[in-house]
């Protein structure tokens, strides 16, 4: 899958084996961020800390290398700028887990769970588009609500590294309803594909 969108030399592909350096270089020898490489939602809190770093490399590229599609990269001049996990809900076992973003309802759902772009590319609308590529890469898998659980900040801008998950008027842009808040500080949005 390759997806152009208009006024943008920004091409998306799903993340595949053959894709992995790319994530790698996007992703730098620090996994993203503090040694996370996008394990955050899929493990316990003890078991994602005791892997930390290379561990946590590791089980990534082996569900990877088991052809799971773990979400979207965003390229601009075939260098990879960004990324985005997408994956049915129940790939990510923290969210089973956790108290403030456990399920709505017994529907089948995707979620987005997390958003990692380049520096030189933040604040340029990028996440917005990977989004919408995201959309596009479930729409094909035959899903029919896409999750999200941005942040929603009381004040102000949050610092780039707690905006992981997007921000609520990112998602709003994109279609996407808030459906359900149990902290102030963050939605459950969802998005109906039509």
Same mark, same amino acid.
């Given at each position: 899958m390759s997806l152009k969108h208009a006024k943008t030399n920004l091409e998306f592909r799903p993340l595949t084996g053959a894709r992995w350096a790319d994530l790698e270089k996007l992703f730098g020898p620090h996994g993203a961020c503090g040694?996370?490489?996008c394990m955050w939602w899929r493990l316990k809190r003890s078991e994602f800390d005791r892997l930390k770093g290379e561990g946590n490399r590791r089980?990534?590229?082996q569900i990877v290398d088991s052809g799971e599609i773990l979400g979207?990269?965003?390229y601009a001049s075939g260098q990879p700028v960004a990324w985005c996990a997408v994956a049915?809900? !129940?790939a990510y076992s923290a969210l089973e887990r956790s108290r403030t973003l456990k399920r709505v309802d017994d529907k089948p759902v995707w979620s987005v769970v997390c958003f990692f772009v380049a520096k030189s590319f933040r604040g340029k609308g990028v996440t917005g588009k990977l989004l919408k590529a995201a959309l596009e890469h479930v729409r094909k898998?035959?899903?029919t609500i896409v999750e999200a659980y941005p942040v929603d900040p009381k004040k102000g801008r949050i610092p780039d590294v707690y905006a992981y998950t997007g921000s609520v008027s990112t998602f709003r842009k994109a279609g996407?309803? !808030?459906v359900l808040r149990r902290s102030e500080t963050r939605a459950i949005m969802r998005?109906?594909?039509e």
């Open positions: 040694g996370c490489w089980a990534f590229k979207i990269l965003a049915p809900r !129940e898998q035959g899903g996407f309803v !808030e998005y109906f594909m």
